[in-house]
């Protein structure tokens, strides 16, 4: 089956860091994306991985380990601004699958 | 340069009546994807084209929704007759090539969707 899990909801404080937690399982796997969206805005791509390891992008940084199907987002120095649903999604390729499966969002509310 | 283009907005109708939600991709993207969002959840895909090619519409509710892609460019999404079910945001996409494994260059960038309510 495909399933993607991350928590509903996190609180941080403005200046803080905050990690973004995403667990997966898919039929296959091809990359994993990070979107942020604004309420009642339009998903933004953010990050992309698809080898272990970290992808730095400025304040944001994002992990994947395959074997344990797992990835975060990472976001430093934390802005107002960054209140924002953030979801993560999985490339599941292969066979007779071929689509981008999305997580249901994490709400994270960002404190001055 | 522009991205995905959304038209309209919002939308309100009555249950049973037709809606029609359209979206221009940006320029040289040839795959297209229309998703739906409920309320605090993620998108869900509903079609996927390339080109002017259906290639994956399984998840598309064949009995009342419908989606054309000519020229392959603009695309319109049509429900016939809508349900209070159907009250979602409706998510145009588009990306440079088709979703594969390869790198990059299938991220998919969103239009600001049509927010639909259906009383």
């Known amino acids: 089956g495909q399933n993607i899990d991350q928590p509903t909801e996190m609180t941080a404080t403005e200046g803080a860091i905050v990690q973004i937690n995403c667990t997966y399982q898919t039929s296959g796997f091809n990359g994993l994306f990070w979107y942020q969206q604004h309420a009642g805005e339009a998903p933004t791509f953010l990050s992309y991985n698809v080898l272990d390891g970290l992808e730095e992008k400025g304040r944001f940084s994002s992990f994947l380990s395959r074997s344990k199907g797992y990835s975060y987002l990472l976001l430093k120095e934390l802005q107002m601004k960054d209140s924002a649903s953030y979801l993560c999604?999985?490339?599941?390729?292969?066979?007779?699958?071929?689509?981008?499966?999305f997580g249901t969002g994490t709400l994270l509310a960002v404190q001055p | 340069e522009a991205g995905v283009v959304q038209s309209p907005r919002y939308k309100i109708i009555e249950k049973k009546q037709p809606v029609a939600f359209w979206c221009n991709p940006i320029?040289?993207?040839?795959?297209l994807y229309w998703y739906r969002q409920n309320l605090g959840q993620g998108p869900e895909l509903l079609i996927r084209y390339e080109n002017e090619e259906a290639v994956d519409d399984s998840q598309l509710p064949k009995d009342r929704f419908s989606a054309e892609r000519l020229k392959g460019v603009d695309s319109t999404l049509k429900i016939q007759p809508a349900e209070l079910g159907d009250s979602a945001v409706y998510l145009c996409?588009?990306?440079?090539?088709?979703?594969?494994?390869?790198?990059?260059?299938?991220?998919?960038?969103f239009g600001p969707g049509t927010r639909l309510t259906v009383l």
């Open positions: 999604a999985v490339r599941d390729y292969g066979g007779a699958t071929n689509k981008l499966i």
């Open positions: 320029s040289g993207h040839n795959t």
């Open positions: 996409a588009s990306s440079l090539a088709p979703l594969a494994g390869g790198p990059r260059d299938d991220t998919q960038y």
